[in-house]
């Protein structure tokens, strides 16, 4: 029992000194490059380092606190949960619901066959299984730190409903094209032997043990990506001219949207990465709306996760998903360009 | 009394499939069983035990993990369990 105590107050306490030493991280890193380094202010590199040394330590606390209460939240669910609540559901309710579930079920697309599987098994429509692996990746906790960090809670909050909507409609109209057939012959084949038991309720103490064992695998995994992004950000806030980019990618050009989402889709990288340097391509000029269009496409549609999704679906199949999902990216990303500025 | 045990490891070739291959060999040894540890890849065979998150670990036709790579004491503990 005293073990049990011992981990929730260990959490409140380490709460009050993240808070701390969040609200004067500024002051911390002010302090570093003036004082301690006794940098000259205004120059390019002092303004390069002060916003490196400020941004790392913001993204990986922001990182930290963020997965940590995903990682406890994500205990509550499963995909076997997830799967039994999707069952016999209509299709808009369906589509709806794994949209939203897509973002708190513990998710990696290393998974997605053996999770398509399931579904299909269990006979859940292939639109509504679509619309959970549409928003499983692209709204995903990390993404969400780093926006919150970097543009503030309100474009965070833009991009999970524009991501849900666009998991929702996909998925309906993946549905509404009867597209079953497209899908490997052996699929439907398939029949597990045995189904599995019901899995242990775990104690608020292995919760909270299981939120930091997630910290410490994703933060242990993509600080690189953090430290490279940022880095590669830094030195563009103190080098490149404001309004660089305004040009080709900035302007009110029809073509930036599909352009950048082209440019996405092969790229491979988690929003650890990509967001940093998105959040200088908004500065050097880029509008809001390619910007998001772009990261959407980058973490949402990946060679990867289709060259995985290939063992279950034939090529057309693929090739109205990616489109259906591009097509989406795109009128979320006209729609910030034209009728949104913020 | 002797246990013929079969361990299998249910996984397409991700890298957490191959740590907990690695862990569950690992605890094998540290254990001193005379198991084999069989890798499966193949998908079809891999639906067969209804898991939907990989890397999962079978244990005599019974999965007993998935979605999740133990520490090497905690796998050890499964394996005697399961015995």
């Given at each position: 029992?005293?073990?049990?105590?011992?981990?929730?107050?260990?959490?409140?306490?380490?709460?009050?000194?993240?808070?701390?030493?969040?609200?004067?991280?500024?002051?911390?890193?002010?302090?570093?490059?003036?004082?301690?380094?006794?940098?000259?202010?205004?120059?390019?590199?002092?303004?390069?380092?002060?916003?490196?040394?400020?941004?790392?330590?913001?993204?990986?606390?922001?990182?930290?606190?963020?997965?940590?209460?995903?990682?406890?939240?994500?205990t509550y669910f499963s995909p076997e949960k997830t799967r039994k609540a999707l069952e016999g559901k209509s299709?808009?309710?369906?589509?709806?619901?794994?949209?939203?579930?897509?973002?708190?079920?513990?998710?990696?697309?290393?998974?997605?066959?053996?999770?398509?599987?399931?579904?299909?098994?269990?006979?859940?429509?292939?639109?509504?299984?679509?619309?959970?692996?549409?928003?499983?990746?692209?709204?995903?906790?990390?993404?969400?730190?780093?926006?919150?960090?970097?543009?503030?809670?309100?474009?965070?909050?833009?991009?999970?409903?524009?991501?849900?909507?666009?998991?929702?409609?996909?998925?309906?109209?993946?549905?509404?094209l009867k597209l079953t057939r497209y899908v490997a012959d052996w699929v439907y084949k398939t029949h597990s032997k045995q189904t599995l038991e019901e899995e242990e309720s775990m104690t608020f103490n292995q919760r909270i043990s299981a939120g930091g064992e997630v910290v410490k695998e994703i933060v242990g995994k993509i600080w690189i990506y953090i430290l490279l992004g940022i880095a590669v950000g830094a030195g563009a806030h103190g080098f490149v001219p404001d309004e660089y980019l305004a040009g080709a990618l900035g302007s009110q050009n029809w073509y930036s949207v599909p352009l950048a989402i082209l440019?996405?889709?092969?790229?491979?990288?988690?929003?650890?990465?990509?967001?940093?340097i998105v959040s200088v391509l908004i500065e050097k000029g880029v509008t809001?709306?390619?910007?998001?269009?772009?990261?959407?496409?980058?973490?949402?549609?990946?060679?990867?996760?289709?060259?995985?999704?290939?063992?279950?679906?034939?090529?057309?199949?693929?090739?109205?998903?990616?489109?259906?999902?591009?097509?989406?990216?795109?009128?979320?990303?006209?729609?910030?360009?034209?009728?949104?500025?913020? | 009394m002797i246990n013929i045990m079969e361990i299998k490891v249910l996984g397409t070739g991700c890298a957490r499939c191959k740590s907990l291959e690695k862990v569950t060999t690992k605890a094998v040894g540290e254990l001193n069983l005379d198991v084999t540890v069989v890798k499966v890849e193949d998908i079809q065979k891999i639906m067969e035990y209804a898991v939907m998150r990989t890397p999962a670990l079978v244990i005599n036709e019974k999965v007993v993990l998935s979605g999740q790579v133990p520490k090497v004491n905690e796998l050890k503990e499964i394996l005697t369990n399961n015995l």
């Open positions: 029992m005293s073990r049990i105590k011992n981990k929730i107050v260990l959490v409140l306490l380490l709460i009050p000194i993240w808070i701390v030493v969040y609200k004067y991280l500024q002051e911390i890193s002010d302090f570093i490059v003036f004082r301690i380094f006794q940098m000259p202010p205004e120059k390019h590199l002092t303004e390069t380092l002060r916003f490196f040394i400020y941004e790392v330590p913001k993204v990986i606390m922001l990182l930290v606190l963020i997965i940590f209460f995903v990682g406890i939240i994500r299709l808009f309710a369906g589509n709806v619901m794994a949209s939203l579930l897509g973002i708190v079920t513990p998710f990696c697309s290393c998974s997605a066959i053996p999770l398509f599987l399931g579904f299909v098994e269990a006979g859940i429509p292939l639109g509504v299984t679509f619309s959970f692996l549409i928003a499983a990746p692209m709204i995903n906790e990390v993404a969400l730190v780093l926006l919150i960090g970097l543009f503030g809670w309100k474009v965070a909050l833009i991009y999970v409903l524009t991501g849900l909507t666009i998991a929702i409609m996909a998925g309906f109209i993946l549905e509404k440019v996405g889709i092969p790229l491979y990288s988690n929003a650890a990465g990509i967001i940093p809001l709306g390619t910007a998001l269009a772009f990261m959407m496409s980058v973490i949402g549609l990946s060679l990867p996760e289709i060259i995985i999704l290939k063992k279950v679906l034939k090529w057309q199949l693929i090739g109205v998903f990616v489109g259906v999902v591009a097509l989406g990216i795109v009128i979320v990303g006209l729609i910030f360009n034209y009728i949104i500025f913020i | -």
